[in-house]
């Protein structure tokens, strides 16, 4: 055994995403932190002290200094490499919000910052402090927010929720969440130029041999699931994805809304279908939400809507602390054609139930697997042309990513974290993306969309407030063996336009209240 640093070449599912970015369809996520600094020392937090705790942070993770290095042609998978000319300060960027600094200016804000690229020639991430957000209701006075953008090549939802507990503290005195590395993660020099290109080479040829491996592996699940969508039912999984105005194409100028509910609230929820999940319960929500916004511009289907929702594919404790991606996915039915809200719930619990116990059925998870065995310069041509508006294909009408977050109070600094959101990336023919991270006993709904597909995003957010609603006061009534859904009139979950990013059910039994209501 040597400690010798070992050089990093990106995997098949990481090189995906660098292949797949176009101009318009960006491949970073984006978290926000929200964070009130009255807990922190004289109860005030400078910029000069977010980048020295983010330089005391840098051993947290190898991505801080680390950038790409493609190789001609993309005849093999890119490397990374160290970068040479590593300055934290260009990575940390500030500003305020402009007059009247309210929740919309906000979202603006965060919508300009997430449609920009990221500096490909650099390491692949940025920080990006906003102030000014006092005219925000529910928002303590003299808070700030972090926008922390990340390429997906580098992390996902999994490693990129241990990443920020690894930079953030337990408490206001600086005690680190997770404790940090003693010394920095080194990567190797690149290979010399033969020792690439006889790796390129390699790949090349024993790529055919691997990917008809693969194909041999799935194409029982591959028959099954056609079986499947032929006698499609109920339990069908993937079924037909019906034509919506998601599936256009995308321009380069994003949208952003944001609701987040109490977790408790979920709970209770997923209580009135047996053996239902949280999962299953925003998937729940998000169809509500969709069905009302379809129905109310006359462009509901028929059919129901097909989401896709990742699935963490690390297998042992411990490895959401290895940068990269490590994901694969499922496509479901959402069941929107449902308008009983517990009704479709329970649809939903049984589609999700069936297709992860026979891990099958799953186009986006089949192509995740096949991908692993395509040479680099083919992967690259082949992205290239199923990401352009031309070829893009339908492989669902929107995005679901749920990320179980810390359900423990963070620091940063010694501000206090009081909420958090989460952006993902959007591509043509995949024109809705929403993000649903916990926190703190706390769930988001971060809405991602393009100008021209959802103008209206305010509303959109209303009716994810509204479907919330319907299926907080839905009473289950049992009979003939299964659970059927009673809907109650929807309590008024917020007034048009308000900016409302914390609803609290309103109750005649009186509750703990709920802080932090955002506006």
Same mark, same amino acid.
């Given at each position: ?163 920020f507990a690894s930079i953030s503290d337990i408490d206001s005195k600086g005690t680190p969440a997770i404790p940090l590395p003693e010394k ?82 979920l709970k209770a929820i997923r209580l009135k279908v047996d053996g239902a999940t949280i999962n299953d319960v925003v998937l729940a929500i ?46 479901? +039915? #959402?069941?929107? =054609? *449902?308008?009983?809200?517990? &009704? !479709? ?10 297709? @992860? ?94 100008? +021209? #597909?959802?103008? =209206? *995003?305010?509303?959109?957010? &209303? !009716? ?10 839905? @009473? ?44």
């Amino acid at each position: 055994m040597t400690d010798k640093p070992q050089s990093h070449q990106l995997s098949a599912q990481d090189a995906q995403f660098v292949y797949m970015q176009t101009p318009d369809n960006l491949t970073h996520v984006m978290a926000i932190y929200i964070c009130d600094p009255s807990s922190a020392p004289g109860g005030k937090v400078r910029f000069k002290d977010i980048i020295e705790h983010m330089r005391g942070r840098l051993k947290a993770s190898p991505m801080f200094k680390r950038k790409l290095y493609r190789l001609p042609l993309d005849i093999d998978h890119p490397y990374w490499v160290e970068d040479g000319h590593f300055d934290l300060e260009a990575h940390i960027s500030h500003s305020r919000l402009p007059e009247p600094g309210d929740w919309r200016q906000f979202c603006i804000q965060v919508a300009r910052h997430h449609s920009k690229p990221l500096d490909m020639n650099r390491p692949l991430w940025d920080m990006y402090v906003v102030e000014g957000l006092d005219n925000i209701e529910g928002i303590a006075k003299g808070s700030y927010a972090i926008l922390m953008r990340i390429h997906h090549a580098t992390i996902d939802g999994t490693s990129g929720a241990h990443f920020f507990a690894s930079i953030s503290d337990i408490d206001s005195k600086g005690t680190p969440a997770i404790p940090l590395p003693e010394k920095e993660t080194e990567l190797a020099p690149l290979p010399d130029p033969a020792e690439i290109l006889s790796r390129a080479l390699n790949a090349t040829v024993a790529s055919p041999v691997k990917l008809t491996q693969a194909l041999l592996k799935l194409t029982p699940a591959i028959l099954k699931n056609a079986q499947k969508n032929i006698t499609s039912g109920r339990e069908g999984g993937e079924g037909k994805v019906p034509d919506t105005r998601f599936n256009g194409p995308v321009s380069p100028h994003k949208m952003f809304e944001a609701v987040t509910f109490n977790l408790d609230d979920l709970k209770a929820i997923r209580l009135k279908v047996d053996g239902a999940t949280i999962n299953d319960v925003v998937l729940a929500i998000c169809s509500g939400a969709l069905r009302k916004y379809l129905s109310k511009h006359k462009e509901l289907p028929t059919e129901s809507l097909v989401a896709v929702a990742p699935i963490n594919a690390r297998s042992r404790t411990g490895e959401e602390a290895n940068p990269g991606t490590n994901i694969t996915a499922m496509t479901v +039915k #959402i069941w929107s =054609d *449902i308008a009983d809200p517990l &009704e !479709c719930l329970e649809a939903i619990r049984d589609t999700t139930r069936e297709t @992860k116990a026979a891990k099958s059925g799953l186009s986006a998870r089949i192509m995740t697997d096949i991908t692993k065995h395509i040479p680099g310069a083919t992967m690259s041509g082949v992205a290239r042309i199923l990401n352009s508006e031309r070829f893009a294909q339908k492989v669902s009408n929107l995005f679901v990513s749920n990320i179980p977050g810390p359900q423990v109070q963070l620091y940063m600094n010694g501000a206090k974290l009081t909420h958090q959101y989460g952006l993902g990336p959007l591509g043509n023919g995949m024109g809705l993306f929403i993000a649903t991270p916990s926190y703190n006993g706390a769930i988001s709904f971060g809405i991602i969309s393009d100008r +021209k #597909i959802m103008p =209206d *995003i305010e509303f959109f957010r &209303e !009716c994810v407030q509204t479907a919330f609603a319907e299926l907080l006061d839905a @009473k289950p009534v049992v009979g003939k063996g299964k659970t059927k859904a009673k809907a109650l009139p929807a309590k008024k979950a917020a007034q048009p336009g308000d900016g409302s990013v914390m609803y609290r059910r309103v109750s005649k039994t009186p509750r703990k209240a709920q802080p932090n209501k955002v506006k």
